[in-house]
């Protein structure tokens, strides 16, 4: 029997034709790059955003598209101000700013980070432009609800305005500051303190720095009981909030509330405040100095016989508890002396040196639970070398 002859290709086969070439992907739109920008700005990727706005302000400007260069510009100064590139962020905002003349609708974004990067009077000038702009959107939105069904619009308008409104009131808080320090020698600037936080407290009478400025002026004024008043209002805006909540108040601001409770002899209520800050964040060395020295004023503040009770400690144990923070305070400057404050460092010694004279011992507090901020990885690998050889 014959050899079975293998079919030739070209018998009973036909060649597969070739896979053609997978097309290149398009290039990113300019909206593309922007969104991308935003998303790299979020995970702090901030080269990389800058190089997707750079791209799509190049397109933006070749196109001719001034909401988009506007917009690009405006990323663009944000990702600089991250990047600690302050003269490129200030031209790219007046950039921004205008290019902006020519929409119906600017951001007041640009103002508002310029605002911060200027001198006071251009700061002044910067401010009030935001303000404007955005008192004109929140009309905007009040007339569009009053010519809509009669309600109070949906949720979205309501975030909208929401923020708006908490963007107008911290622009007159801002501008209140001014006053308060670089331009406190203007004839009017007591008139514009009282003028632009009634406004203020008019367009968002939930913001609780509205209520913390209002303090600060009144001590300016020497009127300790207003001043009470004013701190106190703010800080129950969110006294009773959880971390998690959208309106409680970053840790600058409440650090900054409770420097303002300690000038007004509010130790125990700048305590409250203290105590969560430390709960966060323990290696923070300013929340320990200022516990440090609101435990020492608060126990100078009672009488020395007194013997603590429920609701008071006695001044023995504040000062222990003053001694706890201080020394805590010192094993954080200790670890990175780098990083210290020369006044809070002198203060502090000078206040833990009049505590042992006295013979005050520092309280348990978080040295009895393990949960002290001066424990670092090399002690806990010597422990457990230690443990492995027993």
Sequence with gaps: MGRIKKPSKSSGQRRAP?????APPPPPTMQELLVKAAQLIASLQYEE???ATLQALEMAVEKEDTKLCTDSLEILGTVELELGELDQAREHFLLSIEHSSALEDPSPAPHLYLAQLSSPEESLVHFTNALKILQARITAIEQAKLGGDGG???????????????????A????????????????????????HLALAATIDP?????????????????????????????????????????HYPPASARLNLAKLLLELSMHAEALEILQRLENEDD????????????????????????????????????????????????????????????????????????????????????????????????????????????
């Design 152 to 170: 109070d619009g949906n949720e979205e308008d309501l975030e909208e305005e929401e923020e708006l409104r908490r963007s107008a009131s911290r």
């Design 283 to 390: 290696e923070d060395s300013e929340v320990w100095y200022l516990s440090g020295w609101a435990w020492w004023l608060l126990g100078e503040s009672r009488p020395e016989e007194a013997p603590s009770t429920d609701e008071e400690e006695s001044r023995g144990e504040c000062w222990s508890e003053g001694k706890l923070c201080l020394e805590n305070y010192m094993r954080l400057n200790d670890l990175e002396p780098e990083n210290s404050d020369p006044e809070q460092l002198a203060h502090v010694k000078e206040l833990l040196e009049k505590l042992e004279k006295l013979g005050v011992v520092a309280s348990a507090g978080r040295e009895e639970e393990g949960e002290g901020p001066w424990e670092d990885e090399e002690t806990d690998d010597e422990e457990e070398e230690n443990a492995m050889e027993e």
């Design 49 to 51: 955003a800058k190089q």
């Design 206 to 246: 939930t913001d609780p720095e509205v209520y913390q400025t209002l303090a600060s002026v009144r001590m300016s004024q020497e009127r300790p009981d207003d001043a009470k008043k004013a701190a106190v209002q703010g800080w129950e805006l969110w006294r009773d909030l959880g971390a998690d909540s959208e």
């Design 18 to 22: 070739k896979a053609e070439a997978a």
């Design 172 to 195: 007159l808080v801002g501008m209140t500051e001014l006053y308060l320090t670089d331009l406190c020698f203007d004839p009017e600037a007591e008139q514009n303190c009282e003028k």
